[in-house]
């Protein structure tokens, strides 16, 4: 009964859903939910309950919850992201649990892999309407050679960077480039220069 009322839904059919139990009731339905079913059922009913943006905040904090990171979370939830969605995550996050996105990222994680979360987080991606500019785009493709390939180790900021600054179609076209240039793909390339690579988009 759970699934059949709640698995089709949309975000705000499912939103009047959960005010008018917590009115009706006077219970909370993610609560009542959480206390009768487990496992993979649970995740998925409760991930359905929270709605999309408070479910990416919740994986988030639960991300960072506890010893170590689960930084496949962090990628999952966070990159590709729109500077809207970005802004909305980091509102709601603020909200919710009374401290900032990013001092919650600067006290779970050091380094370069904090360093590349906050560029995320800057939010300052180039938006989807940003003309593609066949210079700046061929321009990219080398600095991401001199980067990768075309040096001794990787200067995965200046990859990171690239990346969490230009638009998918942006992303989309330095991939092209890249392969047009070097007969290699792009995506290849940052996978075999650094197994886990969090900055690259899985857009391609």
């Known amino acids: ?75 999952d939830v966070l990159l590709g992201r729109s500077n809207a969605d970005i802004q909305a995550i980091k509102s709601l996050y603020q909200r919710t649990y009374r401290q900032s996105l990013e001092s919650a990222i600067k006290a779970d994680l050091s380094m370069k892999t904090e360093r590349h979360f906050l560029m995320v987080l800057a939010a300052t991606r180039n938006e989807d309407s940003t003309p593609i500019n066949p210079q700046e785009i061929d321009n990219a493709a080398l600095e991401l050679y001199k980067a990768t390939e075309g040096k001794v180790g990787t200067d995965e900021l200046l990859v990171c960077n690239i990346l969490t600054q230009k638009s998918d179609a942006q992303i989309r076209a330095i991939a092209a480039a890249y392969k047009a240039k070097y007969s290699r793909d792009l995506e290849t390339v940052i996978k075999k220069v650094r197994k886990h690579f969090t900055c690259f988009p899985s857009i391609f």
Not at 49 to 55: F, M, S, T, V
Not at 65 to 75: F, H, S
């Open 1 to 75: 009964m759970l699934i059949r009322h709640l698995a089709d839904k949309d975000p705000l059919q499912v939103e009047v859903i959960r005010t008018s139990f917590n009115k009706l009731h006077s219970r909370h339905l993610l609560n009542d939910v959480q206390s009768e079913v487990s496992g993979y059922l649970e995740e998925g009913l409760c991930a359905i309950i929270r709605g999309p943006l408070q479910q990416d905040v919740f994986l988030l904090r639960d991300a960072m919850d506890g010893p170590g990171t689960k930084e496949k979370v962090l990628n």
